[in-house]
């Protein structure tokens, strides 16, 4: 009998050059991905059991490479290389982004802020650093974990802005797995770290939340007075 697996890869492949990934199942993605750490195994029934096991590509890729590999049942390159891909997309859409761009508007800064939290799934919060020509000079990464812990995020905050000798800042963090609203303590968390930026005379000009492919601005919304 013919093998019906025969020639399955390279039909994936043009598939993949012809179309993209639009036309492929979640399946089909991971199941050319393990092509490359797995060369002579039809890897389409691993696929499906490895969708299974974590629910979803993204909490396979967001998973730990230990646990990819514990409960996922493959070897540590086949982990390591799931592992890589939210780092990877952090790096590439990061990548686009030039220092100098000036971010002067609402719709950049969350653009901007969108790219600092791809592939990322524990809550961050940045520190935007822009001269006085909205320029963007760094992004500071201030803490992981909530924005309740404001004392820590001004104390963090003042060293960026001393460091980078920003002119103007815009706050950014994110709600993984979350709604882009923002919560009671995030307001007065932005309200307590523009005051002690003032005394810096240092503007915060926006907080944009981020929340998967979606954002919020605090300017375009009015609040605290903040804008461009």
């Known amino acids: 009998m013919d093998n019906p697996h025969k020639g399955h890869r390279e039909r994936m492949r043009r598939k993949y050059l012809n179309d993209g990934l639009d036309n492929f199942e979640d399946h089909e993605i991971l199941e ?56 990877l997309t952090n790096r590439y859409f990061m990548s686009k982004w030039t220092k100098n761009i000036r971010i002067d508007s609402s719709e950049l800064a969350g653009t901007y802020a969108m790219s600092l939290f791809a592939g990322k799934n524990v809550e961050l919060f940045y520190l935007i650093c822009l001269d006085s020509q909205r320029k963007l000079i760094h992004a500071a990464k201030i803490s ?31 709600h993984p797995g979350g709604s882009t609203a923002s919560s009671a303590s995030d307001r007065e968390a932005t309200k307590k770290i523009m005051d002690a930026a003032g005394y810096m005379n240092v503007e915060v000009v926006d907080h944009i939340i981020v929340a998967g492919d979606k954002y919020s601005s605090f300017a375009a919304k009015g609040l605290f007075g903040m804008g461009y």
């Open 32 to 87: 050319i991905l393990l092509y490359y750490c797995i060369p002579m195994k039809n890897t389409n029934e691993l696929a499906h059991r490895l969708i299974a096991e974590f629910g979803s590509l993204p909490v396979l890729f967001e998973s730990d490479p230990v646990e990819i590999k514990r409960r996922g049942k493959v070897s540590e390159a086949t982990a390591v290389l799931l592992s890589m891909i939210p780092s």
């Open 144 to 174: 992981e974990g909530t924005v309740d812990e404001t004392p820590v995020y001004i104390r963090e905050i003042n060293h960026a802005i001393i460091r980078y000798k920003a002119a103007s800042v815009i706050l950014a963090h994110n």
